[in-house]
Each structure stands twice: as C-alpha cells, then as structure tokens.
Nanobody
C-alpha cells in the first residue's frame, strides 16, 4: 500500500500562485497515473487533473489553463502548480494513484493527508 501526503497549501490572494507536492512512500509512482482531487466545504471530492504514466495530462474544465501537473520520478513526487487562483479554488487538495479508463480517472487507494488551499478575494 502506498502512502500519499499532499503538502504546500496555504492562504493566498486571488490571482496568486501555489505549488502543491504529493510525496509517496511505500512504492514507486513510476509507471502509474497520478491525480489531484479537491474537496470544498460541503461538496463532494472532485477531480482536478492528472498525469498518466507516460506524461499525458488531463484537467477539469474549471482549472484548464491555470493549473499544471508534472512529476519528478527521481523524487517520487507529483506536483500541482496552481496559477491565477480564484476564491472558488478554495478546498482541501488530495492526491492519489489513478486508474485511467477512457475519460475517467479513478482514484485507487485510500485517501491520505490533504492540504488546505484558501484563496481570499
């Protein structure tokens, strides 16, 4: 079982940037798709974006053009670069290994520790 810990969240003003990290322990992430998800207060967890094992990316419409996902195999870490942040991006952000089936990117493992992102207007 892989342990996933998201970090890098914080409080930022609208229009600002943050970079989140997803560190894995227990197994290598190489060869696996990885996804970022977020859960705003009172809402269900939602897919934000992901990167496949080969480097292909997929993003939810609300974040396209603002968020970028990339991975560092040597560090066994996946990143979420968030630019032009909006108050609507406020949520707890999580990462997970994903199973990619067509257009569906499904989380595989139990959720690890998320990181809070708060965007003020």
């Amino acid at each position: 079982q892989v342990q996933l810990v998201a970090s890098g969240g914080g409080l930022v003003q609208a229009g600002g940037s943050l970079r989140l990290s997803c560190a894995a322990s227990g197994r290598t992430l190489s060869g696996f798709g990885m996804g970022w998800f977020r859960q705003a207060a009172g809402k269900e967890r939602a897919f934000v974006g992901g990167v496949s094992w080969s480097g292909g990316t997929n993003y939810a419409e609300p974040v396209k053009g603002r968020f970028t996902i990339f991975r560092d195999e040597a560090k066994n870490t996946v990143y979420l670069q968030m630019n032009s942040l909006k108050p609507g991006d406020t949520a707890v952000y999580y990462c997970n290994v994903v199973l990619i089936q067509g257009s569906a990117w499904q989380p595989l493992y139990n959720w690890g520790q998320g990181t809070q992102v708060t965007v003020s207007s």
